[in-house]
C-alpha cells in the first residue's frame, strides 16, 4: 500500500511513537495522554483508514488488522519515520502488535488488544459494538448534547468502555460519539473480528496492559494474551476499556517504560 495519507496530530520531541486508537474512535482518544508523553516523546496520534476524519481504504482493499497496519507503515514511510515506538488500544492494539510481528517497530505497546477472545466473547463484543454503533446512529446530532447531559446520561452513553465516566469532559464524548457515526470503515472492520486470531510471534519487544475494570474485553483474556506473549500482561488497576480517559498518568508512564529501549 503506497502512499498512505491519513490525518495526525503530531506533538513534542525524542524518539518517534505512534498511537493506534479502537474502532469507531479517533485520535482524540490519546488527549488524555497526549501531552504527557510529548515531554519525551515524538509522539505522532493517527487516524485509522476510514475512522475519524483519515480517508477510507483504496477500493477493493478489505478492512482486516493487517491491511491497516499496511496502511500505518505506508503512513510512517511518508512522514520518513523509520522504526517508531507504537502503542494502540483495542483494535489499535492488535495492529501494534501485528507491526511488532513484522518487525516494522522498535517496540509496541497495546491496551487490552483485540484478537485474545474465544468465540462466546467475540460474539458478545461485536453485538456490544454494533448496538453501540447503532445507538450513536439513532441520535440526531443536534439531539447529542442533551443524551449525555447529567451523570446519568453519560454512565449510560460510555460506562461500558471506560470505568469513570464522571472524569471524561462532555465534549470528548460527543466528539467520541461523531467518530463513530462517521467511521466509513467500522462495519466491515466490525466483520473482519470473525476471522482474527493472535498475530504472528513478536519480533521486537512487546508490553501489553489490560484494564482491570474492562467491559468490552474482559480481563481473562489478558491470560491468552500472556501465554502469547510470554510474558506477564499488567494491569491498569481502576481502569476500563479505554484507560487513557481513566488513569492518564498510569498509562502515559507505562508507554513510556514500554518505549523505553
Request: with cysteine; glycine share 10%; proline share 8%.
Amino acid at each position: 500500500m503506497v502512499g498512505m495519507e491519513l490525518a495526525f496530530e503530531r506533538r513534542g520531541a525524542g524518539a518517534p511513537l505512534i498511537l493506534l486508537h479502537g474502532i469507531g474512535h479517533h485520535w482524540q482518544g490519546w488527549l488524555p495522554v497526549l501531552d504527557r508523553l510529548a515531554a519525551e516523546r515524538d509522539v505522532i496520534a493517527v487516524d485509522l483508514p476510514g475512522f475519524g476524519v483519515s480517508p477510507p481504504l483504496p477500493d477493493g482493499t478489505p478492512y482486516t488488522a493487517e491491511t491497516l497496519a499496511d496502511a500505518v507503515e505506508s503512513f510512517c514511510g511518508m512522514l520518513g519515520v523509520r522504526e517508531p515506538h507504537v502503542a494502540g488500544n483495542s483494535l489499535g492494539g492488535y495492529v501494534a502488535l501485528e507491526l511488532a510481528a513484522r518487525g516494522a517497530v522498535r517496540t509496541a505497546a497495546a491496551l487490552s488488544p483485540a484478537g485474545f477472545w474465544n468465540r462466546t466473547e467475540l460474539l458478545y463484543t461485536r453485538t456490544v459494538l454494533r448496538a453501540t454503533r447503532a445507538a450513536a446512529l439513532a441520535v440526531p446530532p443536534e439531539r447529542a448534547a442533551a443524551a449525555v447531559g447529567g451523570p446519568l446520561a453519560k454512565a449510560l452513553a460510555v460506562g461500558l468502555m471506560v470505568a469513570h465516566p464522571g472524569r471524561l469532559p462532555d465534549e470528548a464524548v460527543l466528539a467520541a460519539g461523531e467518530a463513530l457515526r462517521g467511521a466509513r470503515g467500522f462495519d466491515e472492520m466490525l466483520e473482519a473480528f470473525a476471522w482474527m486470531m493472535p498475530p504472528a510471534p513478536p519480533k521486537v519487544p512487546v508490553t501489553i496492559a489490560w484494564g482491570e475494570h474492562d467491559r468490552l474485553l474482559p480481563r481473562r483474556q489478558a491470560v491468552r494474551a500472556a501465554r502469547w506473549s510470554g510474558q506477564r500482561v499488567k494491569l491498569l488497576r481502576g481502569c476500563g476499556h479505554l484507560p487513557m480517559s481513566d488513569d492518564p498518568e498510569l498509562v502515559a508512564r507505562v508507554l513510556l517504560e514500554a518505549s523505553a529501549g
